[in-house]
């Protein structure tokens, strides 16, 4: 369709609703692993999915669900699948910024880090500082960040600056196992494992995108230190996936579904099955959006003790949360009618363009913020959403880099603490859980984030801002 | 070692075949192997242990229902188990485990990857030749 869009015709394969459509380079494209190729082509065989099955230009083979990944879908005929949110539901983004310069930072950042370090439990099977009672996890997973902003958990202005308000509509605790609360109850305020990361950055003076656009959001000079993390809903939405995988697989026996993969598993959005999902999965994502604020609090906390200023007079505002593993009901126009659809973004970020409703005021002239996060070695950017993707792929954009090597073979091509040292000779101090962890994260085992943003901008369905330099690191 | 990671299954997860004589012994060993990826085994303890039994629909329901036992235990009461003893009834369909470890201890412990969930992905139990076998990815 164009350099960087491509399509696949519904001819490709028998029982394909709708074309496919892949965002990316002639050069990602090619270096694209064939899964997901077979996975987007697969979901575009599923019940009612409107317009595309869509795979962005970070794509890679994930269960079901190619990840990067996007499928909106009817919301009277068509279904819903756990593999097209994964296993962390709400796994997202969340930026927030200060207003030092890192020339004030710079000889403390080995001090911030391993202080965030104690703060933020990392790793294998950690409990978080914050402890909340099983009969709060209603409440808490109802309400999200508002929750938090009742409870002196949050700033007033928080919850606004998450996507959906701090909470998505819908949650029944009642539809989630006990499991999944025994897991999550006490694993507020963690970072988890795999490629999850607290990151300190700086404004990136080289790759100064879009000063005006970046004013909008309170960046304003060079060299201007930010935090950006990456984690989602811990055990209590990997249980959640889990317990519904296995509904599903039984349900779509009953509904005489059959799908192409047993990682497609998925069920008519109207049937109880697919509402209790959906209410247990709301669950989830809020309990993320909750575990990202609880993160946020230490890291205020943290600024503030090794500054000796409180955290409103360092501007530790949030610039903006969002979700890249979730499915969520919105309107939508396409065919030239407003229809709500269910739209499941995988490994994907919401792209909301400027004006549009659900956009906190301050920036509804500009457009919503888009968080990508990139390896640890190579940067970040923030972005911001477009009319484009609102016309093209349901206001979606991509997530991240991509992984393009296994862990294993990360972990042959270099050993952590070596890694380690090597960051700090670029000026990135790293504080990890795991030596091992940290040398699966490496830098090499993901793609050029920098083709990934470009790719998104291009296809203008976001559009750059700033890209983020790390200056310190921490990796679960 | 009676599993063996496979580095080209799963890029962004961590997946694993294992193989066993016995159905007890299949079992024993995928509970091993989750133990490796949380844990250097040879950092574990063997001071607590823990009675595990439930009942599912067929063989490979009743494995990765155990195995998600194992990840559930690991968030919720923080043990890691370094050592099985199980007993698999001869329908297949219900387990009787005793599991010895201990507490998570990030000073003494080697700890690697959280293990997030099992997947269903290439899932399955099979028998060739007498010999029972399974792969399994897991969503780290």
Known sequence: ?476 | MPFRYLPDVALADIAFEAESDTVDGLFETCALAITDIMVDPKTLRNTTQREISFVSEDLDRLLYDFMTELIVMKDVDSLLFGKFETKVSPQGTSLKAVATGETIDRERHSLRNDVKAVTMHLFGIKNEGGTWKTTVVLDI
């Open chain 1, 1 to 476: 369709m164009s350099d960087v869009t491509w399509e696949i015709p519904t001819t490709y394969k028998p029982g394909m609703q709708v074309p496919a459509r892949i965002y990316a380079t002639k050069k990602l494209l090619d270096n694209m692993d064939s899964g997901v190729i077979e996975q987007v082509t697969n979901v575009a065989c599923l019940p009612g999915i409107a317009r595309y099955s869509y795979a962005m230009a970070d794509a890679h083979w994930g269960y079901g669900f190619p990840i990067g990944g996007v499928a909106a879908f009817d919301t009277e005929k068509g279904v819903i699948s756990p593999g097209g949110v994964g296993f962390d539901v709400n796994c997202g983004m969340r930026l927030i910024r200060t207003n030092l310069h890192y020339s004030e930072v710079k000889s403390r950042v080995k001090e911030l880090v391993d202080l965030i370090f104690t703060l933020v439990p990392a790793g294998v099977g950690v409990k978080g500082t914050q402890g909340f009672a099983q009969s709060q996890m209603g409440d808490i997973t109802s309400l999200g960040v508002k929750w938090c902003a009742e409870h002196d958990l949050a700033w007033e202005d928080d919850p606004e600056h998450v996507e959906e308000g701090g909470y998505i509509k819908g949650a029944d605790i009642s539809k989630v196992s006990r499991q999944a609360i025994s897991r999550g109850v006490n694993q507020f305020g963690t970072l988890g494992s795999g490629n999850h990361y607290l990151e300190v950055q700086v404004v990136d003076p080289a790759r100064y995108l879009d000063r005006n656009l970046a004013k909008e959001f309170g960046i304003v000079h060079d060299d201007q230190v930010m935090v950006m993390i990456h984690c989602g809903s811990r055990g209590f939405g990997h249980q959640v996936c889990t317990d519904y995988l296995r509904t599903f697989e039984s349900g779509m026996r009953r509904f005489g579904i059959e799908v192409r993969d047993r990682d497609l598993a998925c069920l008519p959005f109207s049937s109880k099955e697919g509402e209790d999902y959906y209410s247990a999965m709301v669950c989830a994502a809020n309990f993320a959006f909750v575990n990202r604020q609880i993160i946020v609090n230490k890291v205020r906390e943290a600024f503030s003790r090794v500054f000796h200023r409180d955290a409103e007079s360092l501007d530790m505002h949030l610039i903006y949360d969002v979700c890249h593993n979730v499915a969520k009901v919105e309107t939508h126009t396409y065919d030239g009618i407003n229809s709500k659809v269910l739209v499941h973004r995988k490994g994907a970020t919401r792209s909301f363009g400027p004006g549009h409703p659900d956009i906190p005021a301050p920036y509804r002239g500009v457009g919503q913020p888009v968080i990508i996060g990139g390896s640890m070695e190579t940067g970040s950017y923030l972005l911001v959403g477009t009319q484009k993707a609102m016309e093209e792929t349901f206001g979606s954009t991509a997530h991240g880099s991509g992984r393009t090597m296994s862990r294993t073979q990360a972990k042959r091509e270099v050993r952590g603490a070596e890694l380690q040292r090597k960051m700090l000779e670029r000026g990135i101090y790293v504080k990890a859980a795991t030596m091992d962890g940290l040398a699966e994260e490496a830098g090499m085992a993901y793609k050029d984030i920098s083709e990934v943003v470009e790719t998104m901008d291009r296809a203008g369905i976001s559009k750059k801002v700033v890209a983020l330099r790390p200056v310190g690191n921490i990796k679960g």
